[in-house]
């Protein structure tokens, strides 16, 4: 099984700074599966990225994804008061076949 | 756009059965475009993929809960369904019903690579 490990586990930062967040996995994953989707209270998860760098449609360029192998990352290059949320990475690979990793919260400082 | 909602009990007693559906609208069940999927996401707790059902009826089960989960599709209505029995108070959680879906990049396409439409999702208790 793929464990995903997701840091920091919070990032406080104030608007118009750039965030950047974690996602390591315990084996190599292919990096045309590795996901990153946002998270706000009480809605459901939204895709941003795909194929580890790609962005959904509709998704503001300040968000990019990078990586490969067993390292990837979530950048944002200046925080919108509307990006403060939870931030999720997610893989297809080995049994169970799609695993989210724990989270990372983006916060207000 | 496909839209998808979530629909059943809030309330299950231990060890009865959970049964969840999702409506579909904007696309069909059985046009292939699409693996239909549920998640869950307990109270503050990361999500977890529950399985999916494709536009042909096969289907896949995480491991951890494949003894206990069945999904099913009823084409006439648009809708994709999950049962989870013997339920536990572990199994309290928010159900999301997500849609699966992959895209290509030259001559190669991933197949269910990413979760691009869900539900808003559902509270489901399980308590006496």
């Known amino acids: 099984e793929t464990v995903l490990t997701q840091f920091p586990g919070t990032l406080s930062l104030s608007p118009g700074e750039r965030a950047t967040l974690f996602c390591r996995a315990s084996?190599?994953?292919?990096?045309?599966?590795l996901a990153w989707y946002q998270q706000k209270p009480g809605q459901a998860p939204r895709l941003l990225i795909y194929?580890?760098?790609r962005r959904a449609t509709g998704i503001p360029d300040r968000f990019n994804g990078g990586g490969s192998g067993t390292d990837f990352t979530l950048t944002i290059s200046r925080l919108e008061p509307e990006d403060f949320a939870v931030y999720y990475c997610?893989?297809?690979?080995?049994?169970?076949?799609?695993?989210f990793g724990p989270g990372t919260k983006v916060e207000l400082k | 756009q496909v839209q998808l909602q979530e629909s059943g009990p809030g309330l299950v007693k231990p060890s009865e059965t959970l049964s969840l559906t999702c409506t579909v609208s904007?696309?069909?069940?059985?046009?292939?475009?699409?693996?239909w999927s549920w998640i869950r996401q307990s109270p503050g707790k990361a999500l977890e993929w529950i399985g999916y059902?494709?536009?042909?009826?096969?289907?896949k089960y995480n491991p951890s809960l494949q003894s206990r989960v069945t999904m099913s599709v009823d084409t006439s209505k648009n809708q994709f369904s999950l049962k989870v029995t013997s339920v536990t108070a572990a199994d309290t959680a928010v159900f999301y019903c997500?849609?699966?879906?992959?895209?290509?990049?030259?001559?190669?396409?991933?197949?269910?690579?990413?979760?691009?439409?869900w539900g808003h999702g559902t509270l489901v208790t399980v308590s006496s």
């Open positions: 904007g696309d069909s069940v059985t046009s292939g475009s699409y693996y």
């Open positions: 059902i494709s536009d042909s009826g096969s289907t």
């Open positions: 194929g580890a760098s």
């Open positions: 997610q893989q297809y690979g080995s049994s169970p076949l799609w695993t």
């Open positions: 084996q190599s994953v292919d990096s045309s599966y």
């Open positions: 997500a849609s699966l879906s992959g895209y290509c990049s030259g001559d190669t396409c991933y197949r269910g690579a990413y979760f691009d439409n």
